[in-house]
């Protein structure tokens, strides 16, 4: 690999978002579950549905104490450590991952469970984040190849392509073991660093990589919070809405009640067929965008550029909603006043108690 500096690297970061957008960090819950069971097909396979590949894996071992000269079953992996004075991974701590040529483009169905093989040392799990992190780094390698991308073997890219995916903590506590040796009359510590990229390097990346996922984020969750005032706007419509309907049925079933002139006409209208329906029509409309801004926003942790337009265009939407919805609520609250002047206390009463929440 050529040397490179920050601004290949932020470039790099820029085309890749664009590409695939960015991922929130992969939950601790995802990965611990496998973890406990020790469980590394599992692991493995959360490790690649998480990177946007629902694939299967075909998995198998190797000694942890291999030899590289070795002609039986051994790795010939690009993923083992850059900096290692061995050319390999601490203790063996190695995965190897087999690209057929017939792979198929990534979001596409034919890649629902793909097979695809790995080869790991057999004892992968005792740096857990460090095999997190290599195997983030091997299945980065088939997104790029799904991708027909032009730097699908640019060790530097497919770093990048995990970090911005939701690997970059994972990357980031797992890129570096510790071992101390024991020696005669000394101790000898031994640092092996994962990855392809220096230490400034992979920080520069990390925070820039964490600034888009951030304001991705932000962003998600103001339109969030703008959505939780709107379904309690639209709650308080609908209890409005419980007033009008109940207070309506009080007077017609109390006909002999002495009601103001200029409110009996007004009240009359109120019984008219397309009346009431219209506070119906208010409410699934505004039921609709709710679920239709919900659903967008409840479990997204992809931000690619279409998802983000629609963030955007959500975040404008609503607070248009939420004018119109307290403007219908005002209209329907003067007709629930109108009617409360006629409606006995008692009975206001116990319906003001049943539209509490």
Not at 89 to 112: C, E, R
Not at 264 to 273: D, E, N
Not at 277 to 284: G, Y
Not at 309 to 318: A, D, G, M, P, T
Request: net charge positive.
């Amino acid at each position: 690999m050529q040397d490179i500096d920050n601004d290949y690297i932020s470039n790099a970061i820029d085309e890749l978002v664009s590409l695939l957008g960015t991922k929130e960090e992969i939950s601790t819950a995802v990965t611990h579950r496998s973890l406990d069971t020790r469980n590394a097909k599992l692991l493995i396979e959360n490790i690649a549905n998480y990177l946007g590949l629902p694939i299967v894996i075909n998995l198998s071992y190797v000694p942890a104490n291999y030899q590289a000269g070795n002609t039986g079953n051994r790795f010939e992996s690009s993923a083992l450590a850059a900096t290692d004075h061995d050319g390999r991974g601490i203790q063996g701590i190695t995965a190897q991952v087999s690209i057929p040529s017939y792979l198929s483009l990534y979001g596409t169905s034919g890649l629902q469970g793909f097979p695809i093989s790995v080869k790991i040392s057999d004892n992968c799990l005792k740096y857990r984040e460090t095999f997190m992190a290599i195997m983030a780094h091997e299945l980065s390698h088939i997104v790029l190849h799904s991708l027909l991308h032009r730097e699908k073997d640019n060790e530097y890219y497919i770093d990048l392509t995990a970090m911005i995916l939701g690997f970059s903590v994972i990357m980031l506590n797992g890129r570096k073991t510790v071992e101390t040796r024991e020696k005669f009359m000394s101790t000898e510590t031994l640092t092996t660093t994962y990855g392809y990229l220096s230490d400034e390097q992979f920080y520069f990346a990390f925070n820039k990589i964490s600034e888009i996922r951030k304001k991705n984020i932000n962003l998600k969750k103001k339109l969030l919070k703008k959505l939780t005032v709107f379904r309690k706007q639209l709650y308080s419509y609908k209890k409005e809405l419980l007033k009008f309907n109940k207070f309506v049925e009080y007077l017609d079933e109390n006909q002999r009640k002495r009601i103001r002139r200029e409110d009996a006409a007004v009240i009359v209208s109120f019984h008219q067929v397309d009346y009431a329906e219209s506070f119906r029509i208010v409410i699934r409309g505004n039921e609709g965008k709710l679920k239709e801004i919900n659903d967008c926003c409840v479990g997204l942790t992809h931000y690619t550029q279409p998802r983000l337009n629609s963030l955007q265009q959500f975040s404008k939407e609503i607070d248009t909603l939420i004018s119109d919805l307290k403007r219908e609520f005002n209209l329907l609250n003067k007709d629930v006043r109108i009617l409360g002047k006629h409606v006995g206390f008692l009975y206001k009463w116990k319906i003001n108690r049943q539209a509490m929440p």
